[in-house]
């Protein structure tokens, strides 16, 4: 029996999306379960934890979770920025992505896991080339994740490739032992032509898997979907029968008022990734709206081609303050509604809410340990601003995934740095040579 | 003679703008002057410094310049946030201001400079009561700082104030073996009579120092504007002979064409405040207009009120994202051109270009130490993409103004931060019971 408690840290615990800031209580987890939140003096003890967690000085809140990234596109952080969406596709990411082979999404996907890990994320959903190869990297680090294999029906191996979806989707689904959560990913309806969306929904609900796909980015995947299906994205994937099973949608900036209202009744799970829509100048998706229609809204960092790092941190307070200037109100997506998107409402757009996204008994334990000791955390009129509008990813301190630690005091504890470095060096050589 | 030298670090001078990174370069300077920055094997040593700083691993530039703050509000961070400005400024901070003494501003300024220190900022442009204060805190932390106290014609003593910042400007602006460099602060054209500024500029001309002034914040700047001289706020203060002196313009948000063309004429130096101006939901300023127009144009973090860090990196990446979905163009703003902004800009913008803002022989010696061993620096396509897109204040390793190193391996130098968290929180106990 593994024990994980931690005492003395002020509890932040999103159950059902408060974000009041509680002292003196103590958090316990068996075996990866949650079993003990509460006041400190009313615990019963499952039994002596090897040695407790000091969390005094921090404050305890769920990880936050990334609903939607391409770890392994660490591999391409900074080698093409401050350019146009479709030449920056076609031009520089998918003639280099061609070249990419098993090695290279191993270790692009642990580099971002590591980065992840420091910056206090704890689940991420990703989308890449070679799934099974991510989904090692964060088997071998401890993290959970939600993999899928891109799905793009430009392709020519496209039958292929969701075959190996199928495959490798069954083999994650049935197991509950490791912390992998597997979709399908069709790539967007603008890639994908309407038969193969069909069959890739038909597997989800034959698998029981959600689907992740990129859905409204830009202006350019409305006008498409204007010609291809006489309608907006989001109306003419509730057509083809997309939200029949569940979904998570990035971006989903480009959205009318109809959008907004299929998106909420149809529980499409979002991933609002306002750094890669800003650098991209995609536009700014209208999350407080969303939030509104009662849309589950998460976060996501995108990849690192387009961000350029997985700071879920960093989007939340972009979230918070771009929202403002996108509706002309600084009252839209105040800090605690942001706090909500990058922990419950990710859980939520990864329906994975039953089992992280806020700290509760029964939930699993992923969750994260901010020091509090820092200039720009002083004084103290209220930590969820602080931690919105003021703190930096560096300020997290542990990082607990699944009950086991994989980050204390800033020192990664399942993986070797500096072998990550090497080995993403000689791929980003080889790769652009 | 006290010798500083900085040797094995990659190097990026920013001389002439110039942001390409010197591999083999030492910089050395005397007495807080920079008196080499070349290839290691063309130095000619002064003399023996009493111990190298060993650079390798860093990134060595200028330091950051913060062109428009009001440190010691680092006393509101967090208590009134998601607020509009009006409300904000009439329900939340002024009645709290109004009850500031001396001792609340010398700890808030110096825990903002400790802030800074640590995020690499190494001039702070600050407009604000009790400036003799806020430069007494500077002058005892060895911080670089352009203090001026905010005159307000709305005020009862507004004859009062402008006759202390007379005094307190002339008593450093004949000063040159500190860092401070003394600033007049009309607080904005709405808040100030025509009659007021025009005493103003003369004291500025008479003095010999730059005006530090609010301008074009709100679309409600320029509606009053228009009522009281039937002119846009730029316009207005063109008509009454504010640009016959140097000005550093904070926000500048609300400019039309001819705004914009006075402003790069004139030389007006603007404090872009991306951050600020979001969070307020005042808007997105038009930074590649003015710097295609020639402007003198910085960036600032605004006072932790409404930002709430002094994080001017964060500012820095906010200005390069925001400017492209502003217009509708992900090429503008790029990595380089942010840079720029974050230090010669700034620098421009404070007209201490002269002495600060890149490395080069002759000026003062302000710069830092990044630190690239980190998984979101790697692998390393451009380290000025990096520093822009992905780096971290908490990245910066060592900060270095006029040749004393304040922060080395994330540890102050010169200020006792436990002392300045207990006095920043008894202050702010007593100004928000």
Redo the contacts between chains.
């Keep these: 029996m593994a024990i994980l408690r931690i005492e003395g840290a002020q509890i932040i615990t999103m159950a059902g999306g408060d974000t009041e800031v509680r002292q003196g209580w103590t958090l316990e987890a068996v075996d990866g379960e949650i079993t003990y939140v509460g006041p400190a003096e009313d615990l019963e003890p499952a039994a002596e934890p090897d040695e407790p967690i000091d969390g005094s000085g921090c404050l305890l809140l769920p990880g936050f979770v990334n609903a939607h990234t391409h770890a392994a596109m660490?591999?391409?952080?900074?080698?093409a920025?401050?350019?146009?969406?479709t030449p920056?596709l076609e031009e520089k990411i998918w003639p280099v992505e061609a070249k990419l082979d098993e090695q290279d999404v191993y270790w692009g996907t642990t580099?971002?896991i590591?980065?992840m890990v420091?910056?206090g994320v704890t689940c991420f959903n990703d989308m890449y080339h070679h799934p099974e190869i991510g989904a090692r990297a964060a088997i071998d680090a401890g993290m959970r994740m939600c993999p899928s294999g891109v799905l793009l029906g430009i392709l020519p191996n496209a039958e292929e490739l969701l075959a190996a979806a199928r495959e490798f989707t069954r083999e994650f689904a049935d197991r509950d032992d490791l912390c992998i959560h597997p979709m399908l990913a069709p790539h967007a309806p603008y890639t994908c032509p309407r038969e193969l969306l069909e069959r890739v929904i038909e597997a989800a609900r034959e698998l029981a898997v959600p689907i992740h796909i990129h859905l409204a980015e830009t202006e350019q995947n409305v006008a498409a979907s204007m010609e291809t299906y006489g309608r907006r994205p989001v109306q003419a994937m509730d057509e083809v029968g997309l939200f029949s099973v569940p979904v998570s949608a990035a971006h989903c900036v480009h959205l009318d008022e109809r959008d907004i209202e299929i998106v909420a009744e149809r529980q499409v799970g979002v991933a609002h990734c306002p750094?890669s829509?800003?650098?991209?100048?995609?536009?700014?998706a209208p999350a407080q709206a969303l939030l509104d229609a009662g849309a589950r809204v998460g976060l996501g960092t995108d990849g690192?081609g387009s961000?350029?790092?997985?700071?879920l941190l960093e989007e939340a307070r972009?979230a918070?303050?771009?929202a403002?200037?996108r509706?002309?109100?600084?009252?839209?997506v105040?800090?605690d509604v942001a706090l909500r998107m990058a922990t419950i409402g990710g859980a939520q757009a990864l329906y994975l809410e039953d089992i992280i996204g806020s700290l509760e008994p029964g939930k699993r334990c992923d969750c994260i340990l901010v020091d509090l000791d820092?200039?720009?955390l002083?004084?103290?009129?209220?930590?969820v601003?602080?931690l919105i509008?003021?703190a930096?990813?560096?300020?997290v301190h542990t990082t607990i995934v699944d009950g086991n630690v994989l980050m204390h005091d800033r020192a990664l504890t399942t993986i070797d740095?500096d072998e990550?470095?090497a080995r993403?060096?000689e791929?980003?050589e080889r790769l652009?040579r």
């Design positions: 660490t591999l391409f952080r900074g080698s920025d401050d350019m146009p969406l920056w580099l971002g590591a980065e420091f910056a750094g829509n800003l650098k991209l100048a995609s536009g700014m690192c961000n350029n790092n997985l700071d972009l918070a303050l771009i403002k200037v509706e002309d109100d600084p009252t839209v105040p800090a820092a200039p720009h002083h004084p103290r009129h209220s930590l601003s602080h509008y003021s930096r990813a560096s300020d740095l990550a470095y993403v060096t791929s980003a652009f």
